[in-house]
């Protein structure tokens, strides 16, 4: 489609329209009808006409229409250029608005008929209002996926390749209504969701050669090395009525920041539209962390998307940190139920503790934060509380604890885990924070709190800075400390390791005395003897590697 | 290139290498001798080789070489199955390690003789080693380009486009070394860099229409409407030894977030390898910022990229937000010389207050924060002290002070200016991070600070939370709110205007008793006053327009 002649244009872009609508039903037509899947030819319309058309043809001596000139304001300033004023004007009434308006202004009844009705409105179609069309997921009861939690601390075989199940059975319940996909880059195996392919394949149109695997022209995987194209896909499919989990490594999301902010912009307006429905929520699961890394390096570690999606409207956005399998089962199944937010839950695919029941699981992430009484000392006045966000931060400090506890038995040690990072706002910043008191409660009025994070630790300074107790809160996190090396060394080189975790504990505990300088010094003995094993064997000391919590 | 027999392979290869090489010198001296550069084509070698190619050919019973088994570790436990140590060994043995290596594992002579010598080492080579190549820029005075500042406050024509003639010149005194380039999407006029092209064009080697302007076959100018494009580029350039700018709507820089997560990681890597020459900063300027998006609405507000560069390692990154335009030119001549950074500067291109003589200007960019005592009183015990960093929350801020001045003369007003965010770290976090001596003696132990801040407001907290004062440190900043309305609305949508500035400092100063009450709620009225003047007459009430600084 090319010219510039409007008349004969109409013409020919209403001939070339239906031609195009033909073809588009004689493909679907042949797929329903005969079966062949094969990926089609579909149309497309290159439409080139002059940019501005219609609008001036010459301003201020320099032609427009039809010239990058165009672009903005092609008229700037008719209020005080003596010139622009009847330009403008010409323009306009070359829209004759005598024929669309009456003499009192108003929309002449045969052109407003001529707009559509009902749902072929723009705003009212079903397609370009998704909610309409939203039908809730059918859920199978994710407690039956639970790891039976006989021993504390007792490693299952990765906390997404537990959960991977229930994704495989919200496939298949979900199979008739055709409304759940799962989205990423070529990665959904090796980010532990292999599951899925027991019960669907990767949706392909191109070839296939033999020796692949679970490649089809109907599956509820899509794949494309490009998380660009997998954010659109989901975006799209969102905002169509359907729902879905973008699967991906923690570093690579930040190459979506863009696109994100948009939709978390998207979704802030229209949470402010009453004719519009609610759409499911964008579910991130960022499988691979910076945490365990280690083989790839440091260009895989970047844990701070996080900071991108805290910055947009609190009533929009959600941040999990499950610590363990269940409790990663329990937010998988609040998110896909959810509607209108961005939700991103962080969770490992290597075999990890495992700490809770499911029972305990639940209450836990229903709650968002929870005192964890068997790893500490129960009771209303703890010496410090040792708090964790994030999977391996939660193995970290609790292997400090058992070291606390077993060279200082006579500290009082508060164990808090938060799985929800937004409690830890202030309510008025974010709807799911704990108010002062509650706050307060779980992280004390003024003892020392030793904080292992899963991101970049200033995160946490920032979510808790109008916090009573904020000046003895003492955060370890990832700070750009990273290279190939053994998965504990990845938390020594950023002082997030247990030793580390009980040092800090330690420093900001005089009364521990000679005793805990004692400690303190046969700890940092200990991450003299780290370094020395790894250099010589290529691996973590078997008193790490082996390391299992006592009850 | 398509084949599986190496021998065969390995000829073809080199022939194609020699052919493509030829046609890539047949080009270059067409264009050389002949004056011809049209866009050639380029040759492109396709080589399609089986994956895993020489490796195990089957594992586990299932095919690995040449499929996509091969992609990561082909044999997963040669240490525990007893089936891939043999396979392991034979494919280890099947590269002939007799024929590389004598009988005590040396490597033979022979052999080691093949590897290239001197600069034709790949590390040594200075094509891959940039900074090498360097050489410094040939900088004009940035000082002849200042604003005469003779009454504070006069508007300029917009900050960046003061600054340009400076870039300009920039490019004609490198024209023949040819070192330097400015890069950005399509809005380097949009941006108000339009003075470059009075000396240079930009670079374009496709087709060019009547009526095009400033495109030719050499330019000093790469445009490109993709964000991914430019940074590429500008990397490539700055990666081999040259120097570069680039200029970028400030919301949709989050485009190449991960592009620049991966650059400042090579930088922190790179400077603790000493055979790695330093190669010239990364240069960003963000020039059509979140505060005047007016016409463009919420979709182009976002200032968080500063939230993802100081994730990164303090040795390499900097913030600059100079206030007015003689400081943007002071810290863009700045940036320009230095070496192995990551510059973000914020500037405006919207006529603008000036604030600063070019002496003054250079002293202020020079020390990264001062105290204004020309606008607020001169002394060490002020009543409250108003902190603004970047052009906009400056405006305001003095505003605000104008106002407090007016309606409570006997209040004493320190105001702080901030160029260099990282100031305000300290100094163990980033290298330019002020003393606490020195933080206290801008900010106080104990006095009120209402600071007005470019971007989002928490990052500031992250910045300052160990600060004595911290505590009293009340950040007004962009809370994404905005839409398409008028400049001055933006910030009041953000309770960032000069009236909520001056109420928040009210609100903390309990001494100015039942005379504060009546100014706030004479700024509570302002604020309704607003609010009625915009919606009816569509642009800000001819007090915020025309306001001036009173000296």
């Not at 004689?26 to 080139?48: C, D, E, K, Y």
């Not at 700890?523 to 003299?528: N, P, Q, V």
Request: hydrophobic share 35%; glycine share 8%; with cysteine.
């Amino acid at each position: 489609m090319e010219g510039h002649d409007s008349q004969l244009m109409h013409r020919a872009m209403a001939d070339t329209l239906d031609r195009v609508i033909a073809d588009i039903r004689g493909i679907q037509s042949s797929a329903r009808t005969t079966g062949n899947f094969q990926r089609p030819r579909w149309p497309m319309i290159v439409l080139r006409s002059p940019k501005g058309w219609t609008g001036p043809k010459v301003a201020d001596g320099k032609e427009v229409e039809g010239t990058f000139r165009s672009h903005q304001v092609p008229l700037s300033n008719p209020a005080a250029n003596p010139q622009h004023l009847p330009q403008l004007e010409a323009w306009m009434r070359s829209y004759r608005p005598e024929e669309l308006f009456d003499t009192g202004g108003k929309l002449r009844a045969e052109i407003a008929d001529l707009a559509p009705k009902g749902t072929r409105r723009m705003s009212a179609n079903p397609h370009a209002n998704g909610g309409e069309l939203l039908r809730d997921l059918i859920l199978p009861d994710f407690r039956k996926y639970a790891v039976a939690v006989t021993t504390r601390g007792q490693k299952a075989i990765g906390d997404t390749r537990v959960m991977a199940p229930f994704l495989r059975d919200v496939i298949t319940l979900n199979e008739s209504q055709r409304n759940f996909r799962v989205f990423g880059p070529d990665e959904t195996i090796s980010n532990g969701l292999g599951a899925v392919f027991e019960v669907t394949n990767r949706q392909w149109q191109g070839d296939v050669v033999a020796g692949d695997e679970f490649l089809a022209q109907d599956g509820r995987v899509l794949e494309m090395l490009s998380e660009h194209q997998c954010e659109g896909w989901l975006e799209g499919y969102l905002l169509t009525g359907r729902h879905g989990l973008f699967n991906c490594y923690e570093a690579f999301i930040h190459i979506v920041d863009s696109m994100f902010n948009q939709h978390a912009k998207w979704l802030k307006v229209t949470n402010h539209l009453k004719w519009r429905h609610k759409i499911a929520s964008l579910n991130y699961l960022l499988a691979s962390h910076v945490w365990r890394q280690d083989h790839n390096g440091f260009t895989h570690q970047d844990p701070g998307f996080v900071d991108v999606v805290v910055n947009k409207k609190a009533e929009v956005v959600r941040v999990y940190m499950p610590p363990d399998a269940n409790c990663l089962l329990s937010v998988t199944d609040h998110c896909l139920r959810s509607k209108q937010y961005v939700n991103v839950i962080v969770a490992g695919k290597h075999p990890s503790p495992q700490w809770l029941s499911m029972d305990e699981a639940v209450r836990h992430c229903t709650a968002g934060i929870g005192e964890w009484e068997w790893a500490g000392h129960k009771g209303d006045d703890p010496d410090v509380v040792m708090a964790c966000c994030g999977d391996v931060p939660t193995l970290e400090t609790l292997a400090a604890v058992s070291i606390l506890r077993e060279h200082l038995p006579e500290l009082r040690i508060r164990v808090v885990n938060i799985v929800d990072l937004m409690k830890l706002q202030p309510p008025k910043e974010h709807p799911h924070g704990l108010n002062d008191e509650e706050f307060d409660a779980f992280f004390t009025r003024n003892k020392p709190v030793i904080f292992a994070f899963h991101a970049y630790p200033w995160t946490i300074h920032r979510l808790t800075y109008r916090r009573t107790n904020h000046d003895n809160i003492h955060v370890r996190g990832y700070k750009e400390e990273g290279t190939i090396t053994t998965p504990f060394d990845m938390t020594v080189l950023n002082d997030m390791d247990r030793f580390h975790l009980a040092m800090d504990a330690i420093e900001r505990l005089p009364q521990t005395g000679e005793k805990g300088a004692r400690v303190k010094s046969m700890l940092a003995e200990k991450l003299r003897e780290h370094r020395r094993y790894i250099t010589t064997h290529g691996e973590d000391m078997p008193e790490v590697r082996g390391w299992t919590w006592k009850a």
